[in-house]
C-alpha cells in the first residue's frame, strides 16, 4: 500500500490507461511531469513491463526525467526496493520491470531494445517527427496493452506535436480544436487522451511563483501564453502583423467593391516535399488594402497534371508571374497555352518583397484559402544564434507567400505616410 498526496486535477489520469497515446500539455509549473513519473512508477510496480523514457538530447536525460524519477522513488518511500542505476542510466524494480533512458541524438542504441510496452517522450516537441514515427514502430510487445505518454509545454501550431495531435490543414486533418482542450481541460478523441494543465493546478507551488509567471504578460506576452496559459500559438515576431481572416463572401463584397482594382496572380513551384502555389489577389491601392480570395495548393504533382488543373488560367488569360528559378516549368506552361511569365529574382529580392508586402495596412484573406491563412496567420521571424531576428528567413518556409511575392512583383505600394507611390504595367 503507497499513500501518496497528489494534484486533484491528476487523479483520475494516474489511474486511467485506456487509450493507447496520452498526451499532457500545459504551462510551467503545472506538475504534468511529476505526474506522469507517478504513473509511470504506479504501473511499473502492478505489472512487469519495460518502459522507455525519451528525449531529443541524451544528455539532458540525468537531470531532468531521471533525476525526477529518483525524487519520486523517494517520495514513494521505495528507495532500497526500486533502484536508480546511474551508468547506463535505468531504474529497476522488485519484480523484474525496469525503465530505461535513450535520447533521439543517438537512434542507432533504439535498435538494441526490445519488448518495450511504455514509451514516454518528454517535452516532445522537441523530438522530431521522424522520431516519432520511428519510436512508434519500437513499441511492441507479444502479450501487454501499449502505450505512449507525451508530455510538453505548448509550442507554435507549425510543431509536429501539434498538426498531429490537433489539426493539420494541408493534410486536411482536424482532430480536436486546441480552444476546447483549453475549456474542457481533459478530452478522449479515439485513442488518444488529452490532458491541460496550469500553474493553477500544482497546489504545491508557491504563490510568488505563479504571481511571476503572471509578469510575463506585460514583459514578454509570448512566454505568457506558453507558460501562464499553456496554449499553442506564435512563439516570435509575426511577419504580417496586419493579416486577418474574412468569410469568402466579405472578402468578394469588398473586392466587388473597389473602384479600380489590381488583379494579379502569382505561383511558387514545388514538388515533394514544397508545394505548387498559386493565388489571386486584388489590391485596393488607394486604401493600401491587399486581398487575398482563391488559391490553388498541392504538391507531388507533375507539371502536366498541374496544368490540367489550372485549365481556366488559359481560358481567361491571366498573367502568372512564377518563380523565375524555374524556366524550365515556365517554359512548358507558356508552350501549352498558359499566359506565364518569371517574376524578378535578385540578390536581396526576398526582404524586398517582404518589405513590400508590409507596407500594406491590411491584408485580408478569404476564408476559403486555408493554406494561406495556415503559412501566414502566424508567420515569424527566424532568429540566428544570439536570438535576433533574420529579416528575410522565417519559422517555416510559407510557399504562398513567395507566390504573393511574384504576384506583386512590379507593384509597389508606396510611402504609407504618402509618398513614392507607382505601379509599372506588366
Request: glycine fraction near 6%; hydrophobic fraction near 40%.
Amino acid at each position: 500500500m503507497i499513500e501518496k498526496e497528489v494534484n486533484p486535477h491528476f487523479e483520475d489520469f494516474l489511474f486511467d490507461w485506456n487509450q493507447k497515446f496520452q498526451f499532457l500539455v500545459g504551462g510551467y509549473g503545472s506538475s504534468k511531469s511529476y505526474h506522469v513519473g507517478l504513473k509511470l512508477i504506479l504501473k511499473l510496480l502492478q505489472e512487469k513491463r519495460t518502459a522507455l523514457v525519451v528525449r531529443e538530447v541524451y544528455e539532458t536525460i540525468r537531470d531532468s526525467t531521471f533525476s525526477l524519477l529518483e525524487e519520486i522513488i523517494e517520495d514513494l518511500g521505495l528507495t532500497g526496493r526500486v533502484k536508480p542505476i546511474s551508468s547506463p542510466m535505468q531504474i529497476r524494480f522488485p519484480n523484474g520491470s525496469k525503465i530505461i533512458f535513450k535520447g533521439m541524438d543517438k537512434p542507432v542504441k533504439l535498435k538494441s531494445i526490445h519488448n518495450i510496452s511504455i514509451i514516454w517522450l518528454e517535452e516532445c516537441s522537441e523530438i522530431k517527427y521522424a522520431g516519432f514515427k520511428e519510436l512508434i514502430g519500437r513499441l511492441r510487445h507479444p502479450t501487454l496493452p501499449l502505450y505512449m505518454i507525451l508530455s510538453t509545454n505548448p509550442v507554435n501550431t507549425a510543431n509536429w506535436s501539434y498538426k498531429h495531435f490537433f489539426k493539420d490543414v494541408k493534410k486536411k486533418l482536424f482532430i480536436l480544436d486546441d480552444e476546447e482542450l483549453y475549456r474542457v481541460r481533459v478530452v478522449v478523441v479515439g485513442n488518444t487522451y488529452y490532458h491541460h494543465s496550469l500553474a493553477d493546478d500544482n497546489l504545491f507551488l508557491p504563490l510568488s511563483y505563479i504571481e511571476q509567471l503572471d509578469e510575463l504578460e506585460i514583459h514578454d506576452p509570448d512566454l505568457h501564453r506558453v507558460a501562464r496559459l499553456g496554449r499553442f500559438g506564435v512563439n516570435g515576431l509575426r511577419v504580417l502583423p496586419q493579416f486577418v481572416e474574412w468569410s469568402h463572401e466579405d472578402v468578394m463584397d469588398a473586392v466587388n467593391r473597389i473602384r479600380s482594382p489590381i488583379n494579379r496572380v502569382g505561383m511558387d513551384f514545388g514538388f515533394e516535399e514544397s508545394y505548387n502555389a498559386l493565388v489571386r489577389l486584388a489590391v485596393d491601392h488607394k486604401e493600401k488594402i491587399l486581398y487575398i480570395y482563391w488559391e490553388y495548393y498541392k504538391n507531388k504533382m507533375t507539371d502536366d497534371r498541374t496544368a490540367d488543373d489550372l485549365q481556366e488560367f488559359k481560358k481567361t488569360r491571366e498573367i502568372i508571374r512564377a518563380d523565375s528559378a524555374e524556366p524550365k516549368t515556365i517554359a512548358y506552361f507558356k508552350q501549352v497555352g498558359f499566359n506565364m511569365r518569371p517574376a524578378k529574382k535578385f540578390a536581396g529580392s526576398r526582404l524586398q518583397y517582404t518589405k513590400k508586402v508590409k507596407r500594406f495596412k491590411k491584408i485580408i484573406c478569404s476564408s476559403n484559402c486555408p493554406n494561406v491563412i495556415e503559412e501566414l496567420k502566424d508567420l515569424t521571424y527566424a532568429v540566428d544564434k544570439n536570438g535576433d531576428i533574420i529579416l528575410d528567413e522565417f519559422n517555416i518556409d510559407p510557399h504562398t507567400f513567395s507566390a504573393i511575392w511574384y504576384a506583386l512583383d512590379d507593384y509597389e505600394v508606396g510611402d504609407l505616410k504618402g509618398g513614392g507611390v507607382h505601379f509599372l504595367q506588366g
